[in-house]
């Protein structure tokens, strides 16, 4: 699987890595749209050429506001940035030290889905990973999201919290892990553990956030006003509904998007505890990933990664899954297709792009209500549990 991870994401790596020029970041010169990537751009945009810290130092005015992301990812991208170097070319080496960052990212996710017995593979070949693995950075949280949920599944509610808080750090969704997790362990009268998990994580989320917020709090606070403010973006429902004239102004949206999560989840997850009393609290994590994805303002390609972990450790048929996936590969490439519109170029209308999200958005409904009918774990993931019960059991 490890071998598997590795191919698939270099060759969607090496699909980006021309794009991580001067004349493509800086000048624009046209290459192709499908080697374009966040990763090299995120250099220039969020102003790392030189030794300026994210937050602490404030941003050269442009038209495009820097610092727009979690405390962790920042630091992250500021400490590949120093270790590149300037250079002739700074982009090059940036693009390259952040594929390295990424793809062990990416192995440590499939070592602990093969430690959880998960049907890895439904990570490690998935055509998301290539796509969408070396656009932004959320296989780091993906990875430290899966990481704590290995050692949650051992026990170790500490080591759990902590992974998920760093991860909520780089990216908020980690922590909502905690909840569900937490809700298990409640079930099984262990309270302690409970309070332990959702310590860990608030603790750990709260320590990277406040040395920055207390140094920096106007700067601290650009990613959260940047999310806020931010209009539904083209891959989204929202912008779908705008297009047909049913706009929604940004501020509700941004509540709707969260209650209507919410109580999709909730409904889901009522209907299934009580069809399946058995079932492993923590399994709402599946419902509720795609359920804000769903709702979401914001659905960028790479936030699919989010889902794939959870797909390895359900039981939804892998045709299902496979079907699923051919609408996200559909989706990125008419996604950038139509981006070319935008310039003045020729390629598909946004009426054909609404199709297909609307078409992608149907099949995770569908793989959601296939989940609903079979809600327990995976049957690898399943034998790790009774192994992992077995030999506690055994040391006690």
């Known amino acids: 699987m490890l071998l598997t991870t590795t191919a698939v994401f270099l060759l969607g790596a090496a699909q980006k890595a021309p794009c991580a020029t001067v004349a493509w970041v800086e000048d624009r ?73 990424l793809l062990a990212a990416a192995l440590a996710t499939a070592w602990a889905l093969e430690r959880l017995g998960a049907r890895t593979l439904m990570f490690a070949a998935s055509p998301i990973l290539a796509l969408a693995g070396s656009v932004n950075w959320d296989l780091v949280p993906v990875a430290l999201a899966t990481l704590g949920f290995l050692a949650y599944v051992r026990r170790r509610h500490v080591l759990a919290g902590i992974l998920w808080g760093i991860g909520a750090a780089a990216k908020l969704y980690p922590g909502l892990l905690a909840l569900p997790a937490a809700a298990e362990e409640r079930r099984n009268e262990d309270r302690g553990g409970a309070i332990r998990l959702l310590f860990a994580t608030g603790a750990t989320w709260f320590a990277a956030n406040l040395p920055v917020a207390v140094l920096a709090f106007e700067g601290w606070l650009v990613f959260f006003r940047f999310s806020a403010e931010r209009l539904p973006d083209y891959d989204s429902l929202w912008w779908v509904l705008c297009r047909a004239a049913l706009c929604v102004p940004t501020r509700v949206v941004n509540i709707a998007s969260l209650l209507i999560a919410t109580a999709i989840t909730l409904w889901i997850w009522r209907r299934v505890t009580r069809r399946t009393p058995e079932v492993p609290r923590w399994m709402l994590t599946f419902p509720l990933l795609a359920m804000l994805l769903l709702t979401s303002k914001v659905w960028s390609p790479q936030y699919s990664l989010w889902l794939l972990p959870w797909f390895a ?84």
Do not use: H, K
Request: proline residues 7%; aromatic residues 12%; charged residues 15%.
């Open 313 to 396: 450790m359900t039981r939804v048929r892998s045709m299902t899954f496979v079907q699923y996936q051919l609408a996200e590969v559909i989706e990125y490439m008419v996604r950038f297709l139509f981006f070319e519109t935008l310039g003045g170029g020729s390629g598909p209308s946004y009426s054909v792009l609404s199709v297909i999200i609307i078409v992608r958005a149907v099949l995770l409904l569908r793989c959601v209500v296939e989940w609903m009918g079979d809600p327990m774990p995976a049957d690898g993931v399943t034998s790790t549990l009774a192994r992992v019960g077995s030999e506690r059991r055994g040391y006690g």
């Open 29 to 101: 010169q046209p290459i192709g749209w499908s080697c374009d990537s966040d990763i090299v751009n995120l250099r220039s945009w969020e102003q790392l050429l030189g030794d300026r810290a994210p937050y602490l130092d404030p941003c050269v005015p442009s038209a495009r506001a820097c610092d727009e992301y979690p405390v962790a990812t920042m630091y992250l991208m500021r400490a590949i940035a120093w270790l590149s170097g300037p250079g002739a070319n700074p982009y090059g080496p940036f693009f390259w030290w952040s594929m390295a960052v």
